[in-house]
């Protein structure tokens, strides 16, 4: 056999020919169809439901899966986020707590300094006082040219008990007038006729005020037990009078009936000579404070509302006829040998252009023939000016010039205090009793302060402003301090 006719002996028995391999790829081909065939039937089939059933229970199974991981995946995210904001946000409040605590630490131990120094020396005035009580009691009693009044009136609470009986004796009219040393008082609830809140802020000053003020209408009568009770007590009367009732509301300024022109032509003529007549019948002296703040616009007794309008039917030049008509009644009856006149305005800060001049403050001044003390009211108080500096001079330096521009009438300080809004007024007290130890203060002859807590409007807010000695320790601090100081020059009698 030759070799080009041999079969080969390695090829696949389905390509050793032509026809054999034609023949194996048609099988194959046949094949693959029918396996497709049956897979597309079961698939479609009724009866391959269940297969169907089970593919998609598992994709249903997968895909919440794997979207419940992808959301707890975010939610792990931002939660690391707001874990790592929050703790950036402990460390800074806890690094601003230890420096408010470091902070607040710091200044309790100034307060409680200061405190201490002043109870200190507080305590060796009172020592000083008590020697020279015990010195000169028997001399001090039988004072030349003193008042002597009998009044029925008893003794405040706190400081003793005495016969109703006993005379009450005061310093001379000129003595009070021109005083060796200087007036501490206050103004409470309901001294002089209850001398409770009166005594206990005393007690915490350690002073014995040696002045009393308080207020009356004109639709009350004398009401000499205020005057015997302060008297009592050793302390000056000043008594603010307002030609109006005493119920009527700050904020009203129409009172038609006690206007200036009805007093000026004698409505009130017999009401005013008998109050007179009762001043002279109690035979102890005060001060009248009559229709303060006349330079506002907030009274029925002022004549102009700023803004070119007129206030209760008033006219320009009639509180000066007003304040002459009514002293010259009390001339007649003998009562001005026994009272001390005390013109006073306002400060004049923050009032209206036309109320704040010279010219208009010199226009209600009655005249020297009609007056003994000018006084002013003035306050550290809220709404604050963006300048604003929390100072004596501040406050009142403005006016007390123009006053001594006006007269040379000792100045008495009829109605003073500071807010505790805005947390300025122990430096505000500090700063007050300072001034009053410089020479340019010298006339200024004392204080009243208004030891309450007063809830108003100011400019459309409500706030509450405590205007009292002890709001506050460290307010209560500093006015002892200021109050003790030598060179204040104060009649500082141990509280009781």
Do not use: C
Not at 121 to 141: E, F, P
Not at 434 to 463: C, H, K, M
Request: glycine content about 8%; hydrophobic content about 40%.
């Amino acid at each position: 056999m030759s070799d080009q006719t041999a079969p080969s002996r390695t090829a696949a028995w389905w390509s050793q020919s032509k026809s054999r391999s034609q023949a194996t790829a048609a099988a194959a081909i046949v094949l693959t169809a029918v396996l497709v065939g049956i897979s597309a039937y079961v698939w479609v089939s009724p009866t391959g439901a269940p297969l169907r059933k089970a593919v998609d229970q598992a994709t249903a199974v997968i895909n919440p899966i794997a979207a419940q991981n992808a959301e707890l995946k975010r939610n792990l995210d931002r939660a690391t986020e707001t874990i790592a904001s929050q703790k950036g946000k402990l460390t800074a409040l806890q690094k601003a707590s230890l420096a408010a605590q470091a902070a607040a630490a710091k200044q309790l131990a100034t307060a409680q300094q200061k405190a201490s120094a002043a109870e200190g020396q507080l305590a060796s005035v009172q020592a000083q006082l008590s020697a020279a009580q015990a010195k000169s009691a028997s001399g001090s009693a039988s004072a030349a040219g003193s008042h002597t009044s009998t009044g029925s009136g008893s003794k405040g609470g706190g400081s003793g008990s005495g016969s109703s009986a006993a005379p009450i004796t005061a310093p001379s009219r000129a003595a009070l007038v021109n005083p060796d040393k200087r007036y501490f008082g206050m103004y409470t609830e309901q001294a002089p006729f209850n001398w409770a809140t009166f005594d206990a802020t005393s007690a915490k000053v350690g002073v014995a005020p040696n002045m009393v003020g308080y207020f009356s209408g004109w639709d009350e009568n004398f009401r000499a037990n205020a005057v015997t009770r302060a008297w009592q007590q050793g302390r000056m009367p000043l008594l603010t009078w307002e030609s109006r009732p005493i119920g009527d509301a700050n904020n009203v300024v129409d009172s038609p009936a006690y206007s200036l022109p009805k007093i000026i032509g004698g409505d009130f003529d017999a009401y005013l000579h008998q109050y007179a007549k009762d001043i002279v019948a109690t035979g102890l002296p005060l001060a009248i404070r009559l229709d303060h703040e006349m330079n506002g616009n907030w009274y029925p007794w002022s004549e102009s509302d700023g803004n070119g309008g007129t206030i209760n039917g008033n006219n320009a030049g009639d509180y000066v006829k007003m304040w002459r008509h009514v002293h010259d009644i009390f001339q007649q009856e003998g009562a001005n040998d026994l009272v001390i006149w005390d013109w006073s305005p306002n400060i004049v800060n923050k009032l209206s252009p036309s109320l704040r001049s010279d010219t208009y403050l010199r226009s209600l001044y009655p005249g020297d023939e009609y007056v003994d003390w000018v006084g002013v009211s003035g306050y550290l108080r809220p709404p604050y000016s963006a300048n604003q500096a929390f100072t004596f001079d501040y406050t009142y330096k403005t006016t007390l010039d123009m006053l001594r521009a006006i007269t040379d009438k000792p100045i008495l300080l009829s109605e003073v205090g500071a807010s505790e809004i805005g947390g300025h007024k122990a430096a505000w007290v500090t700063s007050f009793f300072e001034a009053l130890g410089e020479p340019e203060n010298s006339d200024v002859i004392g204080f009243s302060w208004f030891n309450l807590a007063i809830t108003s409007y100011v400019q459309g807010e409500r706030a509450t402003n405590d205007w009292r000695i002890d709001s506050r320790s460290d307010s209560l601090s500093a006015f002892i301090a200021g109050l003790t100081r030598p060179e204040d020059d104060f009649e500082l009698t141990p509280a009781p």
